[in-house]
């Protein structure tokens, strides 16, 4: 990925490092959110809804941002979103202003999100799926960061809202790189016209791709959102402790990311996408059941590492079957991203108030067998001379 269109890339690498760092630092900050603006588990859960409300929204709209103010400034845009949603949620006292900092920091999330990987997938075409790959490596190093720096900050006294402050600092820093960076002109933003979306949409093969996106990212989120109390509460796990070992699940997926990265030159995205679903399923299995805490970190990082390819993989399938509209196939992915970030870490609350939380996490088994179905679908649907 070095070359002249090296910085942009580090650029665009970067910003999705901030925005793993924002997903990932609520986890051991869930029961600080919940005392600050005295609300469920349920409503904490809501949080994430509303974000996803934020991302979604960010889709639609995403042509005429792009193309009133190019992918560029939709990137800088999005930067510049993220940053007042993490500095507001900061300050916020009352559950109103906590729902109005994460709808920025979704709207923010889904400028990143298009930015980044269209500019990113159009830069590097010959080999997409390795570059999305290191790409979603340095997401990666962000989110396994978040719950260390919010569990630390939480247990030496600091708060919960620090660590949104510290991320605040940094994505402002990012959206000063943005700006100066110089993005390509020829990049396909996409755009979410009715006739091409439906032309997407009239594909089996997208539909599959697609449901497979909802999975993997409501459970990746269900468990960042709720992991950590779930060590607390069932294991006895301190907040940094329980921090730490979620990050196990971040690190193992961040490095089996540069796993990945070098199998897709070996290997079919198709088989890649099945090998990394079905142990997945027993790794999931493990950490509902797991008998210590130590255990269920073991059971983090098995599963992290099982996700680690999945959406670069899932992406590079898309663009790989529509070549011609990978921007309108990334901007609808990242819809349905929302989708799975708008439903599992809410349900995953509401069965935790009317069930136990360890009945909730259970069902995160039963969506990623569902996952591994669809996996072995979509394989069986892409031809053998599909390149990753």
């Known amino acids: 990925m070095i070359g002249k269109d090296f910085f942009v890339t580090l650029a665009c690498s970067l910003s999705l490092l901030s925005y793993g760092l924002t997903i990932s630092v609520a986890g ?8 600050t603006f005295s609300v469920a588990a349920g409503a904490a859960g809501f949080l994430f809804t509303v974000l996803s409300v934020g991302l ?3 889709v639609l709209l995403s042509g005429y941002l792009i193309g009133r103010w190019s992918l560029k ?3 800088v845009l999005g930067q510049g979103l993220l940053t007042a949603g993490l500095a507001l949620c900061a300050a916020a006292d009352t559950y109103p202003a906590g729902m109005a900092a994460f709808f920025l920091m979704g709207m923010g999330g889904g400028c990143i999100e298009i930015a980044t990987n269209t500019t990113v997938a159009a830069l590097h075409r010959e080999n997409r799926a390795t570059a999305l790959n290191l790409l979603h490596f340095c997401f990666g190093v962000g989110a396994l960061s978040g719950p260390l720096i919010s569990g630390w900050l939480i247990e030496t006294g600091a708060g919960w809202q620090a ?12 959206t000063a790189t943005l700006a100066v960076s110089r993005f390509p002109r020829d990049a396909d933003p996409g755009r979410m016209t009715r006739a091409v979306a439906a032309t997407l949409m009239g594909s089996g093969y997208m539909r599959l791709i697609c449901l497979a996106v909802v999975l993997y990212v409501g459970i990746e989120m269900a468990i960042t959102s709720w992991a950590v109390l779930f060590m607390e509460r069932t294991l006895g796990a301190t907040p940094f402790s329980a921090g730490a070992k979620l990050s196990y699940f971040w ?11 070098g199998l897709s030159r070996r290997l079919s995205s198709r088989d890649i ?3 990394l ?8 299995v493990l950490f509902v059941l797991a008998p210590s805490a130590m255990i269920a970190g073991l059971a983090l990082a098995m599963t992290g590492l099982c996700f680690s390819g999945l959406f670069p993989v899932l992406v590079a399938l898309c663009g790989n079957r529509f070549p011609q509209i990978i921007g309108t196939g990334t901007l609808i992915l990242m819809a349905f991203m929302g989708v799975g970030l708008m439903v599992f870490p809410w349900l995953t609350g509401v069965l935790a108030e009317s069930l136990s939380l360890k009945s909730a996490m259970a069902v995160l088994v039963l969506a990623l067998a569902a996952l591994a179905a669809a996996a072995l679908r979509i394989r069986n649907l892409t031809p053998r001379r599909s390149v990753p």
């Open 273 to 275: 996408l099945v090998g």
């Open 277 to 284: 679903t079905l142990p997945a399923c027993g790794a999931m």
């Open 28 to 35: 051991p900050a869930m029961e600080g959110i919940q005392r």
């Open 73 to 75: 400034g939709g990137g």
């Open 163 to 174: 660590a949104f402050s510290v991320i605040a600092a940094f994505s402002g820093l990012v």
């Open 56 to 58: 979604i929204l960010t």
């Open 251 to 261: 690190t193992a997926m961040t490095f089996g990311r540069l796993l990945c990265a």
